[in-house]
């Protein structure tokens, strides 16, 4: 069974770039363009890794974080941060809600396929 | 016949004691309420009608008798006091600042105290006084007498015989005179204080006002609606009489005589004893200045309106010239049979004489025995005065003798003088005289070199010009002098005429006495004061007086005691002249306010001493105070230089103060300011933070597509041409918004921080719609959006720039297009004028904008974050900007909501141009 | 409220014109043997003017808010000093016979 990965972003082009990136790299991508939406789709189907971007309308990235760490079941699922913020502050923040890596945009994309190949393992 | 026995002689005399007794009864029920505590005279009103003593029987008969010569002749005399009324702020406030602040009594205890509490000159200006007001006394026995002798030949108009004639025991002039005494004494004599308020007399003198007041209107109303029909008829009555229309058009002296009486009523409104007696001594809050200030003078302004009417009418009604112009207002009624207006009219008369006759006597009363008997009686030492036994009986006998002697002096005068010349002519020889008082007042108020000897020279000078100028020659007509006197110069010197002195001729007398006295009056103090040397006194006292305002607080004491006077002396001084019981609450009173206890104290305080000589000076006059205090004072009084350093350095202290207050004020404004300043830069600086990283945030998101799409396009030669082509499209797309987002951000720095170059012109704002619609299209394309524009034909035109202008346009165009209905959407544009402005409103039918956020989504990436999946985003700066655009044009942008649903972005702008032609209607046009 | 010192420049404005106003060559001016609304051309001007200079010194003096000096305590001389001095004893009615 392939490994899932949920991309959380509102900006149409960079879902459509992640979600080419991930599928080339042999996950299966789910799609969620808010933080609720987010949630509820971890709760029907939880992902392996999460690409959560910071900025997000109704739930930010960081309070989806909160909800998926809080959360036992949800304990082995990876999460990547996403953000256009390059504040030092901001990636601190992220790291400690329990995020596994943090990528600034603009990302290489070689760089956040390797980084999603890392944090999940090779392939089953 | 019973209609006759009104006017009958003893129902006159009856009606007049009995409006007499009315006057006492206000007073003693005045007198009563202030004792109680509930003043009835303590407002703006009473003060204001009390002024009003101001108007006598000159002004009730004898104006109407000028003005039946001379036309509006009669008017600068209550000018004057306008005008001087005018000045309040300068001189009135100040008058009574320094009179409260020194307990004075009257202006002959003014002018003493300023000139170093000089007995001497006290003593003078009392002199001038008595023998100034004397002729005024006169003024007003007369006028009663002949009223009452002219009403009592009623129904039959006619003059009464000369007095003079008459025994001095059967003279009406005679018994009017005692009964006004009589009446004086009981309003003005009650207390010892005489700085103290008279408030039952202040009430009395009120009341009469009124009454005479409504006396003198009531005749001039029958006179101008009863034997006339209105001013214009009876106006027009005269014209056609040659005699009486030239008093409309010319005055005997061609107005030469104008500035002379008004200078000379100015001095009079503040010089004349009675006046200043109730300006200022009665003056309980000083705020009632401000309004009596303006009612005062439109009382003057009431009272004179008819009398030029009732001279017409007298003059018309007797044009044989056999009755007296004078006694008009008495006679016009009883010619008509009017013999109830003709008996309100003497008892208005009579009002005014008695007004002015108590006030007058009571202020005389004062000075006579503060300024002139008592200074007199101590130097002689009198009975041993100053050693012992109670005076304030004596005190009170000598106020009640001198008030007989000032009323059969004024009656003496009349016997002697005043039948022969008119009410006014004596009127004016009285404010002469007591204008003679205004150099030194006013300069004392004013001038700190001015000094004692000055004051002194001047005054005498003065005196002795208006003596010689016009008083003798007075005397003269009147047959106690040769004739030849006036005519040719004593001893036939014509240089010396009293009407025409050192050759000084074609001057109306008075002004020719005017002009010499006030001449005289000013350079003798001038000079006087210039050469001489003031003494220590003196130049306390002036520095007391000039600075009124700084020292007040600090020095109200008129008096600098070194050294120290036991208690018992104080009080039994005391004691003596205001009465044991007096003296012992007055002493009491202090000791409360200032926490003493004057049983254990042996010895009393400079402050004390001081407290002392000023309550004596309410009774005795500053000079005599002085006198006596220092008689039980052990110390003397501090030199000149330890007391002017004193008050150097009370000054230097306030000053300093005031510099230090001022200073530590500023001090903590700017502390206020450094810290809103301090604030403001927190602010700005998390603001920038934030921009920083909303900036940062915009910029990266295109970047981000960007770069991963050419990454994608590099990495992976394989894809099919079709993806290839939709990568490539999304990247060109990032750009542009990559370009207009940099554009953006650029164009609002530049505006914000006002280097932006603006180009502008008179624009057509239909111009810049079209350019915008083009502009736009683009935006439309694909999208099943309605647009429509409604604009008036004419549309003003507007300052602006057009490109700028366009860009708004653009920009709220787009935004709409991104919130509008997704499947229906309907966009409507409406261009024309509001309130005089050019409006331009932009209306979608999307879901609106929540009140909460109307105001912050003109703010930088501040566009609603709700979702707008599918739709073009925008850059979060196109309402920031347009704000940022319309706001240097002068107009204003708002959102509001949509008729029906959705948002509608308006934006007006001042008009550069108006429209021309109106709108006869309007036109639609359809652009998509 | 207005200044002190506007309140005074405004007094003497209003005094300097009233002086003008009733100067002889005014009067002479006025003193034709004119008739307005059937009165003197005269009678008419001096009570209008005068009464304009009252209107003037009403509004001048009711926009006058200084208060008067008494409120102004001077402190260095609070207790036993002659600071008492400006009013005498309290309503200064003690010392009535």
């Known amino acids: 069974m392939s490994r899932t990965v949920l991309v959380v972003e509102d900006e149409a082009n960079i879902v459509d770039s992640l979600s080419f990136l991930m599928k080339q790299a042999g996950f299966e991508v789910l799609i969620a363009r808010d933080g609720d939406t987010a949630i509820r789709m971890m709760q029907s189907r939880p992902a392996d890794l999460v690409i959560l971007d910071i900025m997000l309308p109704r739930r930010d990235g960081y309070e989806v974080c909160r909800e998926i760490r809080s959360n036992p079941d949800w304990a082995s699922v990876r999460i990547i941060m996403l953000t256009a913020r390059g504040r030092e502050s901001d990636r601190r923040k992220g790291l400690q809600l329990g995020a596994d890596a943090y990528v600034t945009k603009p990302f290489s994309t070689r760089d956040i396929v390797t980084r999603v190949q890392e944090l999940l393992g090779p392939a089953p | 016949m019973a209609r006759l026995a009104v006017l009958a002689s003893w129902s006159i005399l009856a009606v007049s004691l009995a409006y007499l007794c009315l006057l006492f009864a206000i007073a003693y029920y005045g007198d009563k309420r202030a004792d109680a505590g509930r003043s009835i005279i303590a407002n703006p009103y009473i003060y204001a009608l009390s002024m009003a003593v101001y108007c006598t029987s000159w002004t009730f008969y004898g104006s109407v008798g000028r003005a039946a010569s001379g036309g509006m002749d009669f008017l600068p005399i209550y000018l004057g006091p306008t005008l001087t009324f005018v000045l309040w702020g300068f001189l009135l406030r100040k008058l009574i600042r320094i009179c409260k602040a020194h307990r004075i009594t009257s202006i002959a205890d003014f002018i003493s105290s300023r000139y170093g509490k000089s007995a001497l000159l006290g003593g003078m200006v009392t002199l001038i006084a008595v023998l100034g007001i004397t002729p005024y006394i006169a003024l007003q026995l007369k006028a009663v007498s002949i009223s009452f002798n002219v009403l009592v030949q009623y129904p039959d108009v006619v003059m009464p015989p000369i007095s003079s004639k008459v025994p001095v025991l059967k003279d009406t002039a005679f018994l009017v005179a005692l009964i006004m005494a009589v009446f004086a004494i009981l309003f003005g004599t009650r207390n010892i204080d005489a700085s103290e308020h008279h408030e039952g007399m202040v009430a009395a003198i009120a009341f009469e006002s009124i009454v005479k007041l409504i006396a003198f209107l009531a005749v001039g109303v029958y006179v101008v609606f009863g034997l006339y029909d209105g001013f214009g008829d009876l106006f027009a009555a005269a014209a056609r009489t040659p005699r009486v229309s030239a008093l409309f058009t010319s005055s005997d002296t061609g107005y030469g005589s104008w500035p002379t009486l008004i200078l000379l009523s100015m001095a009079a409104i503040i010089c004349l004893p009675r006046q200043f007696q109730v300006t200022v001594v009665e003056n309980v809050n000083e705020d009632h200045l401000k309004k009596a200030v303006w009612l005062f003078p439109l009382y003057l302004l009431i009272i004179n309106i008819f009398v030029l009417p009732i001279a017409v009418g007298g003059l018309l009604h007797f044009p044989d010239g056999a009755v007296d112009a004078d006694t008009f207002v008495l006679t016009v009624p009883m010619a008509e049979r009017m013999e109830g207006l003709a008996l309100f009219a003497f008892i208005g008369g009579l009002s005014a004489a ?575 | 409220m207005t200044g002190p010192k506007r309140i005074a420049e405004r007094s003497v404005a209003t005094f300097l014109f009233a002086g003008a106003a009733f100067s002889p060559p005014f009067l002479s001016i006025f003193g034709a043997d004119v008739f307005v609304f059937g009165l003197p051309l005269l009678y008419l001007y001096l009570f209008a003017v005068w009464g304009l200079v009252i209107a003037l010194v009403a509004w001048i003096a009711g926009s006058d808010a200084a208060p008067p000096p008494q409120g102004k305590g001077w402190p260095p001389h609070a207790k036993g000093g002659p600071a008492h001095a400006m009013g005498g004893p309290p309503g200064g009615r003690a010392w009535r016979a």
Not at chain 2, 608 to 633: C, T, W
Not at chain 2, 688 to 714: A, C, G, N, Q
């Open chain 2, 354 to 928: 008695t007004g002015m006759v108590i006030v007058a006597a009571i202020a005389l009363s004062t000075m006579i025995c503060n300024d002139l008997v008592m200074p007199v009686l101590l130097r002689l030492n009198w009975r041993g005065l100053a050693e012992r036994g109670d005076v304030s009986g004596l005190l009170l006998s000598l106020r009640r003798g001198s008030i007989v002697m000032v009323l059969l002096l004024g009656y003496a005068y009349f016997r002697f003088i005043g039948e022969s010349v008119s009410l006014v002519t004596i009127g004016l020889v009285s404010f002469a005289a007591v204008a003679q008082f205004a150099p030194a007042m006013i300069g004392g108020m004013y001038w700190k070199g001015a000094t004692r000897g000055g004051a002194i020279l001047g005054l005498s000078l003065g005196f002795a010009m208006w003596l010689y100028t016009l008083l003798l020659p007075l005397f003269a007509r009147s047959g106690w002098l040769p004739l030849g006197f006036v005519e040719a110069g004593p001893f036939g010197i014509e240089l010396l005429r009293p009407y025409a002195l050192f050759g000084l001729d074609g001057m109306d007398s008075l002004s020719h006495a005017m002009f010499w006295s006030l001449a005289a009056n000013i350079g003798g103090y001038v000079l006087g004061s210039l050469f001489g040397r003031p003494g220590a006194m003196e130049r306390i006292q002036a520095a007391l007086f000039v600075d009124i305002s700084s020292h007040a607080g600090a020095f109200g004491g008129t008096s600098f005691w070194r050294g120290s006077a036991t208690i018992t002396d104080l009080k039994t001084l005391l004691a003596r002249f205001i009465g044991a019981r007096e003296a012992g609450r007055a002493l009491d009173g202090y000791a409360r306010t200032h926490d003493l206890n004057l049983g254990r104290l042996r010895e009393a305080d400079a402050a004390l001493v001081s407290f002392v000589e000023r309550l004596l000076a309410g009774a005795i006059g500053a000079a005599s105070a002085r006198v006596m205090v220092a008689s039980v004072a052990k110390g003397e009084v501090v030199g000149i230089e330890e007391v002017m350093k004193i008050l150097d350095e009370t000054s230097q202290v306030i000053e300093y103060s005031h510099r230090l207050e001022q200073k530590s004020q500023e001090l903590e404004n700017t502390t206020q300011e450094l810290r809103a300043a301090n604030e403001r830069l927190k602010e700005l600086d998390v603001m920038k933070d934030d921009f920083i990283s909303t900036v940062s945030h915009e910029l990266r998101t295109p970047l981000t597509s960007i770069r991963s799409f050419s990454e994608i396009l590099s990495d992976n030669p394989a894809l099919s041409i079709a993806e290839r082509e939709r990568f490539l499209t999304i990247i060109v797309k990032e750009t542009e918004r990559l370009t207009r987002l940099i554009n953006e951000i650029l164009d609002l720095a530049k505006m914000e921080a006002g280097r932006m170059d603006w180009h502008m012109t008179d624009t057509d704002p239909r111009v810049a719609i079209d350019e915008a619609l083009a502009a736009t299209s683009s935006l439309l394309a694909g999208r099943r959006i309605a647009l429509t524009l409604e604009a008036d034909p004419w549309l003003p035109h507007v300052h602006a720039d057009r490109d700028r202008l366009m860009q708004v346009i653009v920009n709220l165009i787009a935004n709409a297009v991104k919130f509008c209905h997704g499947e229906h959407g309907e966009v409507s544009i409406l261009a024309g004028q509001l309130d005089g402005r050019f409006y331009l409103g932009v209306l979608d039918n999307g879901p609106g904008v929540p009140l909460n956020d109307r105001q912050i989504i003109f703010e930088k990436f501040q566009e609603s974050r709700e979702p707008t999946a599918g739709r073009p985003r925008g850059t979060g700066l196109g309402l920031a900007i347009s704000r940022q655009i319309v706001e240097h044009f002068g107009g204003r942008i708002w959102v509001e909501d949509a008729p029906g649903r959705g948002a509608a972005f308006c934006f007006t702008l001042p008009v550069s141009r108006p429209v021309a032609v109106p709108a006869p209607g309007k036109e639609s046009q359809e652009a998509l």
